[in-house]
């Protein structure tokens, strides 16, 4: 008899929880961030490797992916570690997009290129100063979520900013 695999099937998960669809995007994106797709991606990961990795079937990782089973504590423990972040991370529902561990520095880079006069010119109060943040984690989230690729992330967020610049957007800095 083949080795019990350390995993929550689909029927013991609240459906209308959401929680394998947030598993499956999330680890998904991790595992392409970090390089672990087929040579010939179409914006999949690769179930080889997570296989690999969690110590499961290449069918197991395979649910796993298509948000079709949840790994269980010790497989999601595996799985975490590999992808360095936290395992509760992984199955919890984000308030914002963005995440410590998968953060694209080539688009910060750019919109903080693109907004670095704003805050130069315009952070005379903690409240100038909290609204430019603000734009900015919106934009990068924007961005992530509009662009699939990094050519359209940048261009998305270069649009962004752009957008917040303009006299009619950006009032707030007009100085009196």
Known sequence: MGKKEDSLPPGQINPHSGV??????????????????????KGKADASELAKAAGVSRQMAYNYLHGRAL????????????????????????????????????????????????????CETHEDFTFLVDAFIKIYNYACKLGRDSPSKLQAAEQMVALLKRPSIGTRFKKS
């Open 20 to 41: 394998r669809k947030i598993f499956s995007e999330k680890l998904t994106k991790l595992m392409i961030n970090h390089g672990y797709y087929p040579a010939k991606p």
């Open 71 to 122: 790994p269980g504590p010790a497989t999601l423990e595996k799985i975490s570690t590999w992808l360095e972040c936290q395992p509760r991370w992984l199955v919890e529902e984000d308030k914002e997009n963005i995440n410590l561990h998968t953060i694209d520095e080539e688009l910060c880079k750019t919109i903080f290129d693109k907004m670095e006069q704003l805050f130069i010119d315009n």
